[in-house]
């Protein structure tokens, strides 16, 4: 009884203090940043997602009270010619990771509601199948900042 306490404690602990990272019971994210381009360009978000349940996670939107428009997006560079087209779900298997990363795959925050700068934290509600969603804070980061 007293470990499974410890063990809510310290999942709490986690949760309140480190930023950029969430941990749920069946998902996590860390690394949640996202890339800040001047006036009003379309922004990116990039993050891990693992899936730590035993079952297929899909996740299939976005969305932020900081952003008229949120959607998932992939990268592509045919021809040379480079692209993105908007994904309708992304489905991780389980106990894998997904990673959203420049050139790849990316949220795309559109029409922002607010001034942003970097330093600022963003919340991001990303939304999966079966209507489970999860709260994310993102950091405002420059273009290119790792
Ligand atoms: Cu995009």
Same mark, same amino acid.
């Given at each position: 009884?007293l470990?499974?306490?410890?063990?809510?404690?310290?999942?709490?602990?986690?949760?309140?203090l480190?930023a950029?990272?969430?941990?749920?019971?069946?998902?996590?994210?860390?690394?949640a940043?996202?890339?800040?381009?001047?006036?009003?360009?379309?922004s990116?978000?990039?993050?891990?997602?693992?899936n730590?349940?035993?079952?297929?996670?899909?996740?299939?939107?976005?969305?932020?009270?900081?952003?008229?428009?949120?959607?998932?997006?992939?990268?592509?560079?045919?021809?040379?010619?480079? $692209?993105?087209?908007? @994904?309708?779900?992304?489905? =991780? *298997?389980? +106990?894998?990771?997904f990673?959203?990363?420049?050139?790849?795959?990316h949220?795309?925050?559109?029409?922002?509601?607010?001034?942003?700068?970097?330093?600022?934290?963003v919340?991001?509600?990303?939304?999966?199948?079966?209507? $489970?969603?999860?709260? @994310?804070p993102?950091?405002? =980061? *420059?273009p +290119?900042?790792?």
């Amino acid at each position: 009884m007293l470990k499974v306490v410890a063990n809510a404690a310290l999942r709490l602990f986690i949760l309140t203090l480190c930023a950029g990272s969430v941990h749920a019971a069946e998902v996590e994210v860390t690394d949640a940043k996202l890339s800040l381009l001047p006036g009003d360009l379309p922004s990116a978000g990039y993050f891990n997602l693992t899936n730590t349940s035993d079952a297929p996670l899909v996740l299939v939107g976005a969305e932020s009270a900081s952003f008229h428009m949120t959607e998932l997006h992939v990268s592509t560079n045919e021809d040379d010619v480079a $692209q993105m087209h908007a @994904v309708e779900e992304i489905e =991780v *298997a389980p +106990g894998e990771s997904f990673i959203f990363a420049p050139m790849g795959y990316h949220l795309m925050f559109m029409h922002r509601t607010q001034v942003l700068e970097e330093g600022d934290s963003v919340e991001v509600v990303l939304h999966f199948k079966d209507q $489970q969603e999860l709260q @994310v804070p993102f950091n405002v =980061v *420059a273009p +290119g900042a790792h």
